[in-house]
Protein backbone atom coordinates (compact mmCIF):
# COMPACT_ATOMS: atom_id res chain seq x y z
CA UNK A 1 0.00 0.00 0.00
CA UNK A 2 1.12 3.38 -0.80
CA UNK A 3 2.31 6.10 1.68
CA UNK A 4 -0.14 8.69 0.55
CA UNK A 5 -2.77 6.22 0.58
CA UNK A 6 -2.59 5.19 3.91
CA UNK A 7 -1.96 8.65 5.59
CA UNK A 8 -5.44 9.42 3.50
CA UNK A 9 -7.39 6.46 5.03
CA UNK A 10 -5.47 7.17 8.92
CA UNK A 11 -6.77 11.04 8.11
CA UNK A 12 -10.05 9.19 7.36
CA UNK A 13 -10.20 7.04 10.26
CA UNK A 14 -9.72 10.29 12.91
CA UNK A 15 -12.02 11.98 11.15
CA UNK A 16 -14.89 9.47 11.15
CA UNK A 17 -13.82 8.96 15.60
CA UNK A 18 -13.86 12.84 15.76
CA UNK A 19 -17.21 13.51 14.19
CA UNK A 20 -18.65 10.24 16.64
CA UNK A 21 -17.36 11.40 19.74
CA UNK A 22 -18.74 14.62 19.15
CA UNK A 23 -22.08 13.50 17.90
CA UNK A 24 -22.02 11.32 21.27
CA UNK A 25 -21.07 14.28 23.83
CA UNK A 26 -23.90 16.34 22.25
CA UNK A 27 -25.93 13.74 22.93
CA UNK A 28 -25.39 13.67 26.31
CA UNK A 29 -25.98 16.97 26.88
CA UNK A 30 -29.48 16.95 25.57
CA UNK A 31 -30.12 14.25 27.73
CA UNK A 32 -28.90 16.28 30.72
CA UNK A 33 -31.38 19.33 30.13
CA UNK A 34 -34.66 17.14 28.74
CA UNK A 35 -37.53 18.90 28.82
CA UNK A 36 -38.98 16.81 31.15
CA UNK A 37 -36.18 16.45 33.14
CA UNK A 38 -35.52 19.97 33.48
CA UNK A 39 -38.99 21.04 34.43
CA UNK A 40 -39.08 18.36 37.05
CA UNK A 41 -35.49 19.49 38.42
CA UNK A 42 -36.54 23.03 37.97
CA UNK A 43 -39.64 22.47 40.33
CA UNK A 44 -37.19 20.46 42.84
CA UNK A 45 -34.92 23.86 42.86
CA UNK A 46 -37.98 26.41 43.82
CA UNK A 47 -39.33 24.09 46.40
CA UNK A 48 -35.93 23.96 47.63
CA UNK A 49 -36.09 27.80 47.64
CA UNK A 50 -39.39 27.57 48.88
CA UNK A 51 -38.72 25.19 51.56
CA UNK A 52 -35.17 28.00 52.79
CA UNK A 53 -37.69 31.16 52.38
CA UNK A 54 -40.37 29.35 55.12
CA UNK A 55 -37.71 27.88 57.29
CA UNK A 56 -36.00 31.36 57.61
CA UNK A 57 -39.19 33.59 58.15
CA UNK A 58 -40.02 31.15 61.53
CA UNK A 59 -42.90 29.89 59.15
CA UNK A 60 -41.66 25.93 59.48
CA UNK A 61 -39.53 24.63 62.46
CA UNK A 62 -35.78 23.27 61.30
CA UNK A 63 -37.20 19.51 61.62
CA UNK A 64 -40.01 20.07 59.60
CA UNK A 65 -37.43 21.85 56.87
CA UNK A 66 -35.39 18.97 56.72
CA UNK A 67 -38.04 16.64 56.43
CA UNK A 68 -39.45 18.47 53.74
CA UNK A 69 -35.85 18.45 51.95
CA UNK A 70 -35.35 14.54 52.87
CA UNK A 71 -38.73 14.35 50.90
CA UNK A 72 -37.40 16.53 48.09
CA UNK A 73 -34.02 14.64 47.78
CA UNK A 74 -35.64 11.04 47.87
CA UNK A 75 -38.05 12.45 44.68
CA UNK A 76 -34.75 14.07 42.71
CA UNK A 77 -33.30 10.37 43.23
CA UNK A 78 -36.10 8.90 41.73
CA UNK A 79 -35.72 11.14 38.53
CA UNK A 80 -32.21 10.21 38.16
CA UNK A 81 -32.70 6.64 38.72
CA UNK A 82 -35.48 7.07 36.25
CA UNK A 83 -33.38 8.71 33.62
CA UNK A 84 -30.82 6.40 34.15
CA UNK A 85 -32.91 3.46 32.94
CA UNK A 86 -34.44 5.40 30.34
CA UNK A 87 -30.93 6.79 28.47
CA UNK A 88 -31.24 9.99 30.34
CA UNK A 89 -34.71 10.89 29.71
CA UNK A 90 -37.64 10.03 31.69
CA UNK A 91 -41.09 9.32 30.26
CA UNK A 92 -44.46 11.62 30.38
CA UNK A 93 -46.21 8.67 33.16
CA UNK A 94 -42.61 9.48 34.85
CA UNK A 95 -42.69 12.72 34.76
CA UNK A 96 -46.54 12.81 36.01
CA UNK A 97 -45.36 10.58 39.27
CA UNK A 98 -42.89 12.71 39.74
CA UNK A 99 -45.08 15.80 39.62
CA UNK A 100 -47.65 14.34 42.08
CA UNK A 101 -44.99 14.02 44.29
CA UNK A 102 -43.90 17.45 43.92
CA UNK A 103 -47.36 18.39 44.64
CA UNK A 104 -47.44 16.81 47.97
CA UNK A 105 -44.63 18.53 49.00
CA UNK A 106 -45.53 21.82 47.97
CA UNK A 107 -48.69 21.53 49.66
CA UNK A 108 -46.95 20.68 52.94
CA UNK A 109 -44.10 23.62 52.65
CA UNK A 110 -45.63 26.78 54.56
CA UNK A 111 -49.05 25.12 56.07
Known amino acids: ?11 LSALTFATLSGTAS ?3 EWQKQHPRRAEVNHRLNHQDKRI ?16 LHQQDHA ?9 RKNHGHISKQ ?18
Open 1 to 11: MKLSTRIMLIS
Open 26 to 28: AET
Open 52 to 67: NKERKEGEISKQQAHE
Open 75 to 83: IRQQERADA
Open 94 to 111: EQRTLNKEENTVSKEIGK
